[in-house]
């Protein structure tokens, strides 16, 4: 009886969005968890500051941030996202690595972004767990060619280290 009653008390809502291409990568962010960031496998990212009742998509905010920070505004793919890292330190502060040298950050939960340059395309980055600001960031020289004119076989990883969240690394 206890069971049947807990049942009929129970509410699922269902909510259904599409989007465009395939879900590559999903994360909850923010204070309270309700903000949903989908990044699907065509680089396209969406945000939902309601656990996911609402979407929207973010190209024209990426765009506006790539443009504000020196971009052109005919520049391909200066929008584009491969992969969303949270912190652990501040759940409101979410890296978004970009395609080639243009990566984004933001500190407010997805509301606005703000975009990062670097002199290297990354391959992966890590945000220190409690140091909100302190983020690594690794290049393989393999992936990006750029010692493959000079000496086909030998690759090399470098690091990189800011302590300002992306403004100098």
Known sequence: PAQIASKAATKVTVVEHVLKGEVADMQWLGNDGEVVLVLTEDSLLHRSPDNGVTFTDESAKLREAAIAGGKKAGDTGIHEIS????????????F????????FVSKDGGE?????????????IKLHPTNP?????????CSTGELQ?????????????????????
């Open 133 to 141: 600001d302190a983020i690594l960031a690794v290049q393989e020289t």
């Open 149 to 169: 004119k000079q000496k086909p076989q030998e690759c090399v990883q470098r690091l990189y280290l800011t302590t300002n969240f992306g403004q100098k690394w």
């Open 96 to 103: 978004l690595l970009g395609s080639s040298h243009a990566h």
């Open 83 to 94: 992969q969303i890292v949270v912190s652990k330190a501040d759940s409101n502060r979410v």
């Open 112 to 124: 606005t972004y703000k975009l990062v340059h670097s002199y290297v395309p990354f391959e992966d």
